[in-house]
């Protein structure tokens, strides 16, 4: 049984810092693709950040520069630190994991397994 349990999310002014977590078991979590999506209400869920088992990173075009996506294979946990948030991105923040094993994570329809979300709100 796969199990993501992801932390870290709250309510932060604009220019403000959050760190997220994802702990990983029941999976060989080093040998996979992970990332990060987030979808706020009425819009898809869509890549923030991914880091495959090359540990090269890619980022969504409006965070490069300001996130950062990490991974710690002993520990089984993924990160994301957000620096000088927007309020424009206030959404619910999701684990992804990417089992195909070639390809690259992009759209939603490249994940098999999805953590339950955490709320990240960015407002004064």
């Known amino acids: 049984q796969v199990q993501f349990v992801e932390s870290g999310g709250g309510l932060v002014q604009p220019g403000e810092s959050l760190v997220l977590s994802c702990s990983v078991s029941?999976?060989?979590?080093?040998?996979?693709?992970m990332g990060w999506y987030r979808q706020a209400p009425g819009n898809q869920r869509d890549l923030v950040a991914a880091?495959?088992?090359?540990?090269?990173?890619n980022y969504a075009d409006s965070v490069k520069g300001r996130f950062t996506i990490s991974r710690d294979n002993a520990k089984n946990t993924l990160y994301l630190q957000m620096n000088s948030l927007k309020p424009e991105e206030t959404a619910v923040y999701y684990c992804?994991?990417?089992?195909?094993?070639?390809?690259?994570?992009?759209?939603?329809?490249?994940?098999?397994?999805w953590g339950q979300g955490t709320q990240v709100t960015v407002s004064s």
């Open positions: 880091v495959p088992i090359t540990h090269t990173t």
């Open positions: 029941g999976i060989a979590f080093s040998a996979y693709e």
């Open positions: 992804a994991l990417d089992t195909r094993l070639v390809g690259i994570m992009t759209t939603s329809r490249d994940v098999e397994f």
